[in-house]
């Protein structure tokens, strides 16, 4: 009864001309109760209801109580080629109010309320009170050309006491907003903004760019489809469409195909708070004045929609990207061409198509006696007399270094005597172990001296790293695989465009992804990658091939080759690109390590590889190096989660840091000849005694002792400014120390090849002074910074920039290439460096 008396008094109140105006039920239901009862009188006592015909841009004053309740009726003229937004402001004279005023805006197809003052609630349920509020009413689209709508603002309170209200509803001229025209601002959390967008024809993607040059308040801007209700406020906006958080910057790229209408809202709601855009934590409780205060909260901002990349940048960014790559595969089929063709040319000098093998032999001036004239010492363990590795060095210079074994029977014979043969029979005899100490005190040693052990044991030994790497790379690449695929499932399902911290100014999606260049930068580390582990297997099988046909030079001269640590770089290079790929997808705090795990893996087996060149026989082993990098990373993740401002963890983390630096130096000087048991203690304070104190003997190997000694002040160094500093980003941190290892060793070791009398070959030297320019490069990119998850999303977003290249890739794309081929070229760098050892004796070559 009280419904139905309720309507027929409310089309009584409202004209017959109105009549055909149905409010939804919670409105109609809130004008019964508000028309049958109040605050002060008994409930069905009826109520003085007053409606005013209205005009757009008049301001009302007017006052409110329990008793009393005021319509005011609007009419529009709206058309279906201009879109007009209609903008309801109100401001709340009364101080001190008993309870607030409710305005209920009934439209056509939706219903708006909200109550003066406006309470917004922020972190630990704080409310802030507005008592002026802007709202912008809904814009459903109409099919009439031309059509006259009618709205009304109903006004009404439960106080008894009155309260006096200002009324201005105006209309938004600038409410469609134009590609490529800047439009500005102003908004607060009681007064959002929202305008709309209409796709013009031919552009399927546009990048809404929000900027404003106040860093604070904290605002969001949404990108929502044309329907109502429009969530405008700080605690409804993240309901539906796609929103970030922002400080100066903001950008989000919409698609026509996800906007059926093809058009779309843009709303910019200023937030209550600061804190989700990394702004000073404020204490709760506040007091009231600060309540007050904390609500005035005013931000200009512009706002300019712009058509983004078409189908054409996105073709060109991808062939732009393979036509770089293979380039590499052109120019090392090249290369090997024109090596082969080199190799061949002195074959034929070397061995003319009519002489036999005993022949050549003749002419060398040696004809083999017996099938173990040339025992290699690399084979067997035993070495060959100071003469015989003089005649044949001296024949091999005067002949051009070349010389073939083609007796069958020296192979057989080798692969006879060492069937049975495992690595583990040599360091078990106690002979073996008094030999290698007594070779390893030598003060100048040579590869041969650390080249003893067999080298069918060693290349089993050393692909190891191989199959390791290989298996580690699948049990870590799934998972990470499809948890990458659940960030971004999420990020397209929920639109919080927070998750993730791409440089959003030059995010450019396809299909599911959201930055499909960042993900297509990484396609050179694979291809490099794959490219290198192709050239280490031609070596490989050039150098096997020499070996079947008992080359002197492959069996006794030169580095021994070992490819197992290159077959594990190369892998591991592509899965850093994997991996980066994986973590581009969405780019966060929780998995940084993605792109940074291989990157350690990279820089310790460079330094395995470094130093297994001259120490083959002593050279960690594939479960050991594993190991220590795993702990490397197991650190890295404890450092992001609780290295920030945490004393303790540093301190820490220096100890280990620097008592590891100690004992690997240790390891290195004495060449493994210490143990570390109880008694290191003892006999460390007896070297430093009987050495220092008791006689000020100078060390016996200077060069490794300088070594260290810059070793130990760089990482003591790193360390202590880690200790001072704590640096926020301890992943970058962790590498920055394994890159300056790396490079102290690198630079030690070309140092100490010249100062031995070798040289470095001219593929070699392009290689070096080649990677050295992309490095400066690639560094000088990577320190842009478009992005980083050490802050908020709001903040990050601060640093993102436009694209550089072809439209389509930024600065860390950038990086990404130059990076890569920086790699690969430290790749050939290691494999190629020591080439011109190839026709020397290995008791000539030193080691250092």
């Known amino acids: 009864m009280v419904l139905r008396s309720c309507w027929k008094s409310r089309h009584k109140i409202a004209g017959p001309a109105h009549c055909w105006m149905r409010p939804g039920f919670a409105a109609l239901l809130w004008l019964c109760l508000t028309q049958f009862g109040s605050g002060s009188g008994a409930v069905g006592e009826t109520k003085s209801v007053v409606q005013k015909d209205a005009e757009f841009d008049v301001t009302y004053n007017d006052t409110v109580t329990s008793d009393n309740q005021t319509i005011y009726a609007f009419n529009h003229t709206i058309s279906r080629n201009k879109t007009e937004g209609v903008r309801v402001t109100v401001d709340v004279l009364s101080e001190g109010l008993e309870s607030p005023i409710l305005f209920v805006v009934r439209q056509k197809q939706a219903v708006l309320s909200f109550q003066v003052p406006l309470i917004l609630r922020g972190l630990y349920q704080r409310k802030y009170p507005y008592a002026h509020v802007g709202r912008t ?14 709205f009304f603002v109903d006004v009404s309170t439960l106080s ?66 044309i329907q109502c209700p429009v969530y405008d406020l700080d605690n409804n906006v993240a309901f539906i469409g796609m929103y970030q958080t922002m400080t100066k910057k903001g950008a989000i790229t919409v698609q026509r195909k996800d906007f059926p209408s093809n058009s779309f809202y843009v709303v910019v709601v200023v937030k209550t708070e600061d804190e989700a855009c990394g702004g000073p934590l404020r204490f709760y409780p506040l007091r009231p004045d600060e309540l007050i205060n904390a609500g005035n909260r005013t931000k200009v901002l512009d706002v300019v929609v712009s058509p983004a990349i078409n189908s054409e940048v996105y073709v060109m960014g991808m062939l732009f990207c393979l036509g770089i790559f293979l380039s590499f595969y052109l120019l090392t089929f090249l290369v090997a061409c024109l090596q082969n063709k080199r190799m061949n040319k002195r074959e034929a000098l070397l061995n003319p198509a009519d002489m036999s093998p005993a022949e050549t032999a003749s002419l060398l001036g040696k004809t083999p006696a017996s099938p173990y004239e040339y025992g290699s010492f690399a084979d067997n363990g035993s070495t060959l007399s100071s003469e015989a590795v003089t005649d044949s060095a001296t024949s091999t210079d005067n002949n051009y270094g070349y010389m073939e074994r083609s007796l069958d029977s020296v192979g057989r014979s080798r692969q006879e005597s060492l069937s049975s043969v495992e690595e583990d029979d040599y360091d078990t005899l106690a002979d073996i172990d008094s030999d290698k100490n007594i070779v390893r005190t030598k003060k100048f040693l040579c590869v041969s001296d650390l080249a003893r052990k067999d080298k069918r044991i060693l290349s089993k030994k050393y692909q190891i790293y191989f199959w390791n790497i290989a298996t580690i790379a699948v049990f870590y690449a799934l998972p990470v695989i499809q948890l990458v695929i659940t960030y971004q499932t999420v990020v397209n399902v929920t639109g919080n465009q927070d998750i993730c911290y791409y440089n959003f100014l030059c995010a450019h999606p396809l299909g599911a992804l959201s930055a499909f260049n960042n993900i297509l930068s990484n396609l050179g580390y694979v291809m490099l990658g794959l490219l290198f582990l192709l050239i280490v297997l031609k070596r490989d099988i050039v150098h096997n091939r020499a070996l079947l046909r008992n080359d002197l030079n492959a069996l006794e001269c030169g580095i021994p080759k070992h490819f197992g640590l290159f077959y594990a770089m190369g892998t591991a290079l592509m899965m850093e690109g994997l991996l980066s790929a994986c973590y581009h997808v969405c780019p966060n705090y929780t998995n940084f390590q993605f792109d940074t795990s291989f990157m350690y893996m990279i820089a310790g087996l460079c330094m395995l590889k470094l130093y297994q060149k001259r120490h083959p026989d002593i050279n960690a082993s594939a479960y050991t190096a594993y190991a220590c990098l795993a702990a490397v990373i197991f650190f890295s993740v404890l450092g992001v989660v609780f290295g920030k401002g945490n004393m303790v963890f540093w301190i820490v983390f220096s100890v280990i840091h620097i008592l590891a630096t100690l004992l690997l130096s240790t390891q290195l000087y004495y060449m493994g000849r210490w143990r570390l048991d109880s008694g290191i203690l003892r006999r460390m304070v007896y070297v430093i005694y009987t050495d220092c104190i008791r006689q000020c003997s100078g060390p016996m190997y200077i060069d490794r002792m300088v070594l260290l000694v810059m070793g130990n002040i760089i990482n003591w160094s790193l360390a202590a400014y880690g200790l001072i500093e704590r640096p926020n980003d301890f992943a970058s941190y962790l590498l920055a120390i394994a890159i300056c290892n790396l490079l102290l060793y690198f630079a030690f070791y070309i140092i100490m090849k010249l100062r031995s009398g070798e040289r470095i070959q001219c593929l070699a030297l392009v290689c070096i002074l080649f990677t050295a320019v992309v490095w400066g490069f690639a560094l000088f990119f990577f320190f842009q910074g478009l992005s980083t998850w050490q802050k908020t999303p709001a903040e990050s977003r601060e640093h993102n920039r436009d694209c550089i290249l072809l439209s389509f890739f930024d600065d860390h794309d950038i990086w990404h290439f130059l990076s890569s081929i920086a790699m690969f070229g430290s790749f050939l760098v290691l494999l190629t460096m020591d080439d011109d050892l190839d026709t020397v004796q290995r008791d000539k070559i030193y080691v250092f």
């Open 160 to 225: 008894s006491l009155g309260t006096h209200y200002q009324l201005r509803v105006s209309r938004v001229d600038s409410f469609t907003l134009q590609t490529d025209k800047k439009f500005s601002f102003t908004a607060s959390p009681s007064q959002p903004q929202y305008f709309k967008y209409v796709f013009p024809d031919g552009v399927d993607t546009v990048i809404v760019k929000v900027s404003s040059e106040m860093n604070f308040p904290c605002s969001v801007m949404s990108i929502q489809d």
């Open 137 to 150: 009413l809904c814009q459903p689209p109409t099919r009439a050309a031309s059509e006259t709508q009618y």
